[in-house]
């Protein structure tokens, strides 16, 4: 919970930190949004690597939420001295390098330590995500109003009281779990959960060495190669993005063609990188909350309640509330349907999460379409939107987390989830490129696959068909990842 404080609060205030207080233009500061993003997604590669092997998941969630409160003292520091652009931007960027690897060391070992609580096969595992999920949304509810109340106010010099908050925040929740990880976070006999991974029979032949060696460096050869692809041909020099998009595609190759997966291991695990494939697109989609839709809130958005001017970082309190409302429910609903032999299976449940996604966007572009560009929307067309997307969220992300702890063979636990998230990473770095196409009065239209966007309709629509498309294609191959992911001897037995 106080994580999501932490993340969640920076990024409510992050957009308009950078605009209103760094002058970043809507272009730069959106694919600055979409860089920092993708690699908060990416470093949890390193993270789980270290944390399967070395480390385990206690150390590297201290080392992890204490990296991550530095950088948000850091963030402070830039925004208390936000007109000197020589001192605050190398700090902004000093402080987003520091969350980005905090978190790497962070998110995939708290979320993997939630499947571990559970015996294997337990079909209250998709409950239990969700019920994790409405937990770590009450930190992602409470933190725009706090975060944002003190540091988005219309005076440049207050961001830093959000960012400082967003650091303390950190550090209860890194103290929290130091003190009473001995009590609650252990085995059902009582025993450390997480602990550092024992190696003593780890020793390897000397011919297993160099067959390792040689793989390690025919993967470093075959990311360079696609590296310098999107480098140099597809992005245009835009080096994160190229990192990003080459580890979305060179470590799924090193995992499958790990010689001690099985048959049947290597099965699931590609049902996990196809279904990631179309997880890209939905955060794509989704993650313009703290990007464009932001931008849509502060300049285009009817936000006067009364005589009350609502924050625009106020409205991202409505997905994770949504989530803390509904959270309950979904998981009632799945455990009920499981019970009845009626419960959809995960990809059929990411198909549900896509169209709601579309479906958001589709009414807020209907709600746009007739209004100028002097002329801000009522309130209600954000909200809507953002209460389907909830939905959306909940079918999807969740049943994702627990899809990959189900999937995923134990000693690749943490890896798995870490290749998970590098599937969110390239969404989210999309986002950043999707949402510089948000279009500004008094400047060219941008252009997506030779389609011109001239205002909010056709941008809202750009999301629509998206989403829209994802579903559709996901919905004609689901029923084929469902028995992928079905085990032989289940399927010989109900034979």
Same mark, same amino acid.
């Given at each position: 919970?106080?994580?999501?404080?932490? #993340?969640?609060?920076?990024?409510?205030?992050?957009?308009?930190?950078?605009?209103?207080?760094? *002058?970043?233009?809507? /272009?730069?500061?959106?694919?600055?949004?979409?860089?920092?993003?993708?690699?908060?997604?990416?470093?949890?590669?390193?993270?789980?690597?270290?944390?399967?092997?070395?480390?385990?998941?206690?150390? @590297?969630?201290?080392?992890?939420? !204490?990296?991550? =409160?530095?950088?948000?003292?850091?963030?402070?520091?830039?925004?208390?001295?936000?007109?000197?652009?020589?001192?605050?931007?190398?700090?902004?960027?000093?402080?987003?390098?520091?969350?980005?690897?905090?978190?790497?060391?962070?998110?995939?070992?708290?979320?993997?330590?939630?499947?571990?609580?559970?015996?294997?096969?337990?079909?209250?595992?998709?409950?239990?995500?969700?019920?994790?999920?409405?937990?770590?949304?009450?930190?992602?509810?409470?933190?725009?109003?706090?975060?944002?109340?003190?540091? +988005?106010?219309?005076?440049?010099?207050?961001?830093?009281?959000?960012?400082?908050? =967003?650091?303390?925040?950190?550090?209860?929740?890194?103290?929290?779990?130091?003190?009473?990880?001995?009590?609650?976070?252990?085995?059902? +006999?009582? @025993?450390?959960?997480?602990?550092?991974?024992?190696?003593?029979?780890?020793?390897?032949?000397? /011919?297993?060495?160099?067959?390792?060696?040689?793989?390690?460096?025919?993967?470093?050869?075959?990311?360079?190669?696609?590296?310098?692809?999107?480098?140099?041909?597809?992005?245009?020099?835009?080096?994160?993005?190229?990192? &990003?998009?080459?580890?979305?595609?060179?470590?799924?190759?090193?995992?499958?063609? +790990?010689? @001690?997966?099985?048959?049947?291991?290597?099965?699931?695990?590609?049902?996990?990188?196809?279904?990631?494939?179309?997880?890209?697109?939905?955060?794509?989609?989704?993650?313009?909350?703290?990007?464009?839709?932001?931008?849509?809130?502060?300049?285009?958005?009817?936000?006067?309640?009364?005589?009350?001017?609502?924050?625009?970082?106020? #409205?991202?309190?409505?997905?994770? !509330?949504?989530?803390? *409302?509904f959270a309950p429910l979904f998981a009632a609903l799945w455990t009920w349907l499981g019970k009845r032999g009626l419960e959809p299976s995960?990809?059929?449940?990411? $198909?549900?999460?896509? %169209?709601?996604? /579309? &479906?958001?966007?589709? &009414?807020?572009?209907?709600?746009?379409?007739? /209004?100028?560009?002097?002329?801000?929307?009522?309130?209600?067309?954000?909200? %809507?939107?953002?209460?389907?997307?909830?939905?959306?969220? *909940?079918?999807?992300?969740?049943?994702?987390?627990?899809?990959?702890?189900?999937?995923?063979?134990?000693?690749?636990?943490? *890896?798995?989830?870490? $290749?998970?998230?590098?599937?969110?990473?390239?969404?989210?770095?999309?986002?950043?490129?999707?949402?510089?196409?948000?279009?500004?009065?008094?400047?060219?239209?941008?252009?997506?696959?030779?389609?011109? &966007?001239?205002?909010?309709?056709?941008?809202?629509?750009?999301?629509?068909?998206?989403?829209?498309?994802?579903?559709?294609?996901?919905?004609?191959?689901?029923?084929?990842?469902?028995?992928?992911? $079905? +085990?032989?001897?289940?399927?010989?037995?109900?034979?």
């Amino acid at each position: 919970m106080w994580e999501r404080f932490s #993340f969640y609060g920076m990024r409510a205030i992050m957009k308009l930190y950078m605009v209103k207080a760094l *002058l970043f233009s809507e /272009a730069v500061s959106s694919e600055v949004y979409g860089s920092y993003l993708g690699l908060v997604y990416l470093t949890p590669l390193l993270g789980g690597y270290i944390a399967d092997r070395y480390w385990g998941n206690r150390r @590297s969630i201290l080392v992890g939420g !204490l990296l991550m =409160a530095l950088g948000q003292f850091v963030l402070f520091a830039s925004a208390s001295n936000y007109q000197s652009v020589s001192f605050a931007h190398p700090l902004f960027y000093t402080g987003l390098a520091l969350l980005i690897f905090g978190n790497g060391f962070f998110k995939p070992n708290i979320s993997s330590m939630v499947g571990t609580l559970y015996p294997p096969n337990d079909r209250r595992i998709d409950a239990a995500y969700t019920i994790f999920y409405m937990g770590i949304n009450i930190g992602a509810f409470i933190s725009p109003f706090i975060c944002g109340g003190f540091g +988005d106010t219309g005076n440049p010099a207050d961001f830093k009281w959000g960012f400082l908050i =967003a650091g303390i925040g950190m550090l209860i929740g890194t103290v929290t779990f130091e003190f009473l990880k001995t009590r609650y976070v252990v085995y059902a +006999d009582g @025993s450390p959960l997480g602990a550092r991974p024992d190696r003593k029979g780890a020793v390897l032949d000397a /011919a297993q060495n160099v067959a390792n060696t040689k793989k390690n460096l025919l993967m470093l050869a075959l990311f360079a190669g696609v590296f310098a692809i999107w480098y140099f041909v597809i992005l245009d020099h835009e080096v994160i993005g190229a990192f &990003i998009f080459s580890a979305m595609i060179v470590v799924p190759i090193m995992v499958v063609t +790990d010689s @001690s997966l099985t048959s049947v291991e290597r099965r699931k695990i590609n049902v996990v990188l196809i279904i990631g494939f179309f997880v890209i697109f939905f955060w794509a989609a989704f993650e313009q909350a703290g990007n464009s839709l932001t931008t849509f809130a502060d300049k285009q958005t009817d936000r006067q309640l009364g005589s009350y001017l609502v924050p625009a970082s106020f #409205f991202q309190t409505i997905n994770p !509330l949504g989530i803390i *409302l509904f959270a309950p429910l979904f998981a009632a609903l799945w455990t009920w349907l499981g019970k009845r032999g009626l419960e959809p299976s995960s990809p059929l449940k990411m $198909v549900y999460g896509l %169209a709601f996604l /579309a &479906i958001g966007y589709l &009414i807020i572009a209907f709600g746009v379409k007739d /209004a100028s560009e002097t002329v801000k929307v009522s309130m209600f067309w954000l909200t %809507a939107m953002y209460l389907l997307h909830t939905f959306g969220e *909940l079918c999807l992300s969740p049943i994702g987390l627990a899809l990959v702890n189900k999937l995923a063979p134990v000693r690749f636990a943490s *890896l798995m989830m870490a $290749v998970w998230f590098l599937a969110i990473a390239a969404g989210n770095k999309f986002s950043g490129t999707l949402g510089a196409l948000y279009p500004e009065p008094g400047k060219p239209a941008p252009h997506v696959a030779g389609f011109e &966007i001239t205002g909010l309709y056709e941008f809202f629509m750009v999301f629509v068909v998206l989403c829209g498309v994802a579903s559709f294609v996901l919905l004609l191959i689901y029923r084929k990842l469902t028995k992928m992911m $079905v +085990d032989e001897s289940t399927v010989a037995g109900a034979a």
